[in-house]
């Protein structure tokens, strides 16, 4: 199978998805698969180069819990279901995709989380799991899968830029982070400048620290 890139670049990631067949425990069971990847481009300086990936994973069987859960990333799971996401916006109604991006979480979290019927209380997921609900609660209501209130050209340059940020990125492009927060002095006296004046009445002595949210 090959595919065609226009550009690539140092800060360009790619997201493969693997479809399995019906599979059998002869074939699944303890077996390595390898997958190997081919790239040819053209350097800056004129040559053609080729650099080849190879990738091992061990098979683990399906109905095996304690097998699967340790190899669960969920960091990439969520930019990987959201690139899934932005594909299937594309072609579908938004409401459509939310749907699916629902029933994905519940499977997920019907099958590995711990819990006691008719008691909320009870439930729990384990470490590799726990921050993967959050990650989908901010995905869905991000502009990435809806587009209500948002230009077509705001929601091709949101869905562009997150389907070619490494994982770090997209998880912070998706869930934002407050880094700093800005700490202001204030007189109780009502100022006698205006321009340093706020909605409040009280004027600005110093400011301590500047504001910066990572989007």
């Known amino acids: 199978t090959q595919w065609y890139m226009g550009g690539l670049d140092r800060c360009s990631t790619l997201g493969f998805y693997f479809d399995l067949a019906q599979q059998t425990k002869e074939v699944t069971a303890g077996k390595v698969c ?15 180069r080729l650099r080849v990936t190879t990738v091992a994973r061990k098979f683990s069987d399906p109905n095996n819990i304690f097998d699967l859960v340790p190899g669960f990333d969920q960091e990439a799971a969520c930019v990987l279901m959201a690139r899934l996401g932005i594909f299937k916006a594309n072609q579908e109604e938004s409401i459509e995709v939310l749907k699916w991006l629902d029933r994905s979480l519940i499977r997920i979290v019907s099958k590995f989380a711990d819990y006691k019927k008719d008691d909320p209380g009870s439930f729990r997921l384990s470490k590799e799991f726990n921050l993967y609900p959050q990650f989908m609660f901010h995905l869905r209501r ?22 070619r940020e490494n994982t770090t990125n997209s998880l912070v492009m998706i869930q934002p982070a407050l880094l700093q927060y800005s700490c202001l002095l204030y007189t109780s006296d009502a100022a006698d400048d205006l321009l340093c004046v706020d909605l409040g009445g009280r004027r600005i002595i110093k400011k301590k620290k500047e504001v910066t949210i990572c989007w």
């Open 34 to 48: 390898y997958f190997q990847f081919k790239s040819t481009y053209k350097h800056s300086s004129g040559k053609i």
């Open 142 to 163: 991000g502009h990435f899968l809806q587009t209500f209130g948002v230009s077509p050209d705001e929601s091709v340059y949101f869905r562009g830029t997150l389907c």
